[in-house]
């Protein structure tokens, strides 16, 4: 049974913002005039809203770049072998995107239900939402592993990857489809880790599988592994050689799905012995439910679509890009890269958010809630100022991180590499807000509103003006496309920004 609204007016869509009746609570605890309990340190219906979102959002954010590091050092270890290894990993990653939304709605649609249920202390309706959640979450990756490799040709070639390129994306998305269950049912247990608040076990078991994916990565990849030089510390020669598997492509997929297993296994023993903030039965997992199932896919199926249009939007535009040339569009790869990582650290502020929110829906904090969505907003603005300073900076030497070549070819690649980078420190702080703005909405459930300005900047904006510059008036220099994804999300941001303010999201019932 819904809990009613705690005012006198039960229409949430009638009820004002700022009237507000607070309910005390400690989650696991009734509500009660006297509370003689030591306040809990990780209950974060409670005590600073600032503190607790730090405390939360660092972790979160190492965790994602952890989990990011797996693909970055993919591409870092295959610039070594070629730019058309790049590519292959870029084609690869715009198929996989699409299907992997299908793990993102389920992710996304079970938090607020996960969380809520946590921060009211519903501890036994929150198992049991967690493992529906993980057995949905099975059923659909199977399904997934299944059309990814009877259509990856097919979509590869759609994109414009064709010899060398598709010869090895083939290679690399053979073997990722392959460990797709494995890796969404890593997804939902990180999920579990994020809606319960704790982010410190999640970031330790990440850690140790990106220390893992680092060492097994040029293991597999090249034939020959060596060890040094380090011509800043005066050593010139290698300190160790040793001979490796030889795999190319396929030796950066298998380390990939190699540290996935390592983390699934490593959080599974965490929740089956009691040492996170819920203790679960391998029993729940395996309690599949068309009821839970439906309210998943009610919450997450909207920004999911919201997802898959900027996805969607992404791969016109990158087959846009891709009509410059190998160089261009290798360039955009790194650029890729990076973004991915700036979407990860930003992640862990939006996932950080979404769980502050949740929480303090389900304990009837609602100022909480407000506060929590404006405070993250406020430090993604900061640190993205900052970061893209550095970035802009630092773009010559990133993009010959991943290109060290000195080949013609690698040359041209790396000079675009650092002009598309210099351009994105722009998009950065409109891309990232729209991001965490979107967090109120899909901590609270209410997702519906985040899906309709996701859809109506990318293929209102983003998508109309950048076939006009590259089809209609055929301009020669590829930077305008980046200029107009900056506006688009900007627009984005002031339009979310504005649904923030109005404050629905803060009644929704899920």
């Known amino acids: ?19 507000f009746t607070e309910v005390s609570r400690t989650p696991g605890k009734p509500s009660s005039g006297a509370d003689a309990r030591a306040p809990d340190p990780n209950d974060i219906t409670r005590g600073s809203v600032g503190r607790h979102l730090v405390r939360l959002a660092v972790p979160s954010a190492l965790t994602n770049l952890l989990s990011f590091s797996t693909t970055f050092i993919d591409v870092i270890w295959l610039g070594r072998v070629s730019p058309s290894a790049i590519a292959a990993v870029a084609t690869f990653n715009y198929f996989w995107f699409m299907l992997a939304l299908l793990n993102q709605m389920i992710g996304q649609g079970s938090v607020p239900l996960i969380a809520r249920s946590y921060g009211a202390g519903r501890f036994g309706e929150c198992r049991r939402v967690f493992g529906q959640t993980f057995s949905f979450k099975v059923i659909v990756a199977s399904v997934v592993a299944v059309l990814g490799l009877c259509f990856m040709r097919l979509a590869f070639s759609l994109f414009g990857a064709k010899d060398e390129v598709l010869d090895q994306a083939l290679i690399y998305g053979g073997i990722m489809f392959i460990a797709t269950p494995i890796m969404f049912s890593t997804f939902t247990l990180k999920t579990g880790f994020r809606a319960i608040g704790d982010m410190r076990t999640l970031l330790r078991v990440s850690a140790i599988t990106a220390v893992l994916n680092f060492i097994l990565d040029p293991i597999l990849i090249f034939e020959q592994v060596y060890i040094g030089p380090f011509p800043a510390l005066g050593i010139a020669e290698p300190l160790l050689t040793f001979p490796g598997a030889g795999m190319g492509i396929a030796g950066a997929a298998w380390g990939t799905a190699i540290a996935f297993s390592v983390v699934f296994i490593q ?11 819920l203790t679960m039965r391998l029993r729940y997992f395996f309690q599949p439910s068309l009821d839970t199932a439906r309210r998943i896919v009610s919450i997450g199926m909207p920004p999911a679509l919201g997802n898959a249009a900027r996805h969607f939007g992404e791969l016109f535009v990158g087959a846009a890009i891709n009509s410059f ?32 929110v949740g929480q303090n829906l389900g304990a009837l904090e609602r100022r909480r809630a407000v506060r929590s969505a404006y405070m993250a907003l406020l430090v993604t603005a900061g640190l ?10 630092g773009a010559p030497a990133v993009a010959r991180l991943f290109v060290p070549g000195t080949d013609a070819e690698s040359l041209a690649t790396a000079e675009w590499a650092t002009r598309i980078l210099r351009i994105n420190c722009f998009v950065l702080l409109s891309f990232g807000l729209v991001q965490v703005a979107r967090s109120p909405f899909e901590g609270s459930g209410d997702t519906k509103p985040s899906f309709y300005v996701i859809a109506a900047t990318t293929w209102g904006i983003q998508v109309p003006l950048t076939a006009l510059g590259v089809y209609v008036w055929r301009l020669e220099d590829p930077s305008f496309i980046w200029w107009v994804e900056a506006g688009a999300y900007g627009l984005g941001f002031l339009a979310l920004l504005l649904l923030i303010r109005r404050g629905r999201w803060a009644h929704k019932e899920v």
């Open 325 to 356: 040339g190998t160089t261009v569009f290798a360039g955009q790869g790194v650029n890729q890269m990076l973004m991915r990582g700036v979407r990860m650290a930003v992640m862990g502020i939006n996932i950080s958010s979404m769980t502050m």
């Open 267 to 277: 959080s599974m023993y965490y929740f089956l012995t009691g040492r996170t903030f």
């Open 1 to 19: 049974m819904r809990r009613p609204l705690p005012m006198q007016c039960q229409d949430p869509r009638a009820a004002p913002l700022l009237q």
């Open 384 to 393: 993205l100022v900052a970061a893209g300073g550095l970035l802009y900076w």
